[in-house]
């Protein structure tokens, strides 16, 4: 069989993955490497080939380098999207290029390797890609987090949330607080290739300054007084899984410069030592802040922002779904019955009613508060409105509840309760940012500011 320049088999077995480079040495360092993983590999050095040797073969995994002699690696990127969006593929990068990687995740790439490339890096990628289909399959459904509900918005994030577990992209998770962000990279983590390896959430808010980089990364035996003994940091304990990093925003910027070091080298080196080791994490983040607006007000660096926000994954609030709370509300009632080991507890209509008309500034996180109180107090099998104990604000129509409106009051009280209404869904609208909420409502920062203090909401600043 005759070999074109730049075009080979490696063995006459059926190919597993396709290489697409036109360097001989990467082609075969590669195959090589991949004949040693059992697996055989079709060789190419053109966008042209590679695309001939897509609609005529079936394979598990495409490796591309970025720059071909007629084309980039986004073209074969691309081409693989639209004819088999299932077949992972894997870009091969210059080294620093980080540009050019987050551009072809953008575009639906799988993930990618620096030149020179790592072998162990490259047995993990392999690894990964692999596993992505069947992971998908065989996740056990009980053992996969959920998401409750069958509103348009939810339809979607379940889409995208699998979509998103084809590949190992790093992902953001914007939306309130209570939404449900965790629970969401908790779905993309177990449906995808590293279902079956650590997830680690740290809250990036809750690490004192002076101790981040130690927890983040480690240290050796001395490093520091009280360094008794040789610990692994957040980035060893999700090495081969994923890093769920909640409310990012909250990282100072001395420690914002480390992290994005070790996301484009993939290196992480502890406290007191004089090496450096490869990491193999996805990471995902997330934050109710925006980080878009942090980054213009300079507390959050605009190259790691490039760097986490390569897919955005919004969580809707539980009041732009409210078809979904009557559902919700009794799959919470019946898991926290269960939990305490209670009977079948039901709410009745005025209690979903009066669910359905509230605000929930807290989400789906005060949704399960207010049930986990109704149970401990009601006396009955049925949990009525009474028992939930809503505040008065319980409308977002812009009317007075029939339960506030019977309650009584002067004048200045119904203002108030519709002032605090108002106020209310501004702030959910705007994700809590209370300079948009401000000129939402038509006023100035400084005269919500006094609104809020003199309504007592202090609390949802």
Do not use: W
Not at 74 to 90: Q, S
Not at 197 to 219: D, K, R
């Amino acid at each position: 069989m005759s070999v074109q320049s730049g075009e080979r088999r490696t063995a006459p077995r059926e190919a597993d993955v396709l290489i697409v480079d036109d360097e001989d040495d990467i082609r075969e360092l590669l195959e090589i490497s991949l004949m040693r993983m059992g697996l055989g590999a079709d060789s190419v050095g053109s966008v042209s080939a590679a695309t001939k040797l897509l609609s005529e073969r079936k394979y598990r995994l495409v490796l591309t380098d970025m720059r071909l002699p007629d084309g980039e690696g986004l073209e074969v990127v691309r081409h693989v999207a639209a004819l088999a969006a299932d077949l992972p593929v894997a870009v091969i990068t210059a080294h620093g290029s980080m540009d050019n990687a987050v551009a072809a995740l953008k575009a639906g790439a799988f993930d990618y390797l620096s030149k020179p490339v790592s072998l162990e890096q490259l047995r993990a990628l392999v690894k990964s890609a692999l596993d992505v289909r069947s992971r998908q399959s065989d996740a056990p459904a009980d053992k996969t987090p959920q998401f409750t509900g069958s509103s348009q918005a939810m339809e979607q994030v379940r889409s995208l949330v699998e979509r998103l577990a084809r590949s190992l992209a790093p992902v953001y998770v914007s939306g309130e607080s209570g939404s449900g962000k965790e629970r969401a990279a908790r779905m993309i983590h177990t449906l995808g290739p590293r279902g079956g390896q650590p997830f680690i959430a740290v809250n990036c808010g809750a690490i004192p300054e002076n101790l981040m980089e130690s927890e983040f990364f480690g240290y050796r035996k001395g490093a520091f007084t009280g360094a008794e003994t040789d610990r692994d940091g957040f980035f060893h304990a999700a090495n081969g899984g994923t890093l769920f990093l909640d409310e990012v925003a909250d990282l100072p910027l001395a420690m914002q410069v480390k992290l994005l070091r070790v996301i484009q080298e993939r290196r992480v080196r502890r406290l007191g030592d004089t090496q450096e080791q490869a990491v193999d994490v996805r990471i995902i983040s997330a934050t109710h802040q925006s980080l878009k607006e942090a980054v213009d007000a300079g507390r959050f660096r605009q190259d790691l922002f490039y760097r986490l926000n390569v897919i955005e994954m919004h969580m809707p609030a539980l009041r732009e779904r409210r078809e979904d709370i009557p559902e919700l509300a009794q799959s919470i009632l019946q898991r926290l019955a269960n939990d305490s080991g209670m009977g079948s507890p039901r709410l009745t209509p005025a209690a979903v009613k009066a669910l359905e008309r509230y605000a929930f500034p807290g989400n789906v996180r005060e949704l399960e508060n207010i049930l986990e109180r109704a149970l401990a107090l009601s006396s009955g099998d049925d949990i009525d409105e009474a028992d939930l104990r809503l505040e008065p604000i319980s409308l977002t129509t812009g009317e007075l509840s029939a339960s506030g409106a019977s309650e009584g009051g002067n004048l200045q009280d119904h203002l108030d309760r519709f002032e605090k209404l108002a106020i209310v869904e501004a702030l959910g609208k705007t994700g809590g940012n209370r300079t948009r909420a401000a000129q939402l409502l038509g006023v100035t920062f400084r005269s919500l500011r006094y609104r809020m203090e003199r309504l007592g909401m202090k609390e949802q600043q």
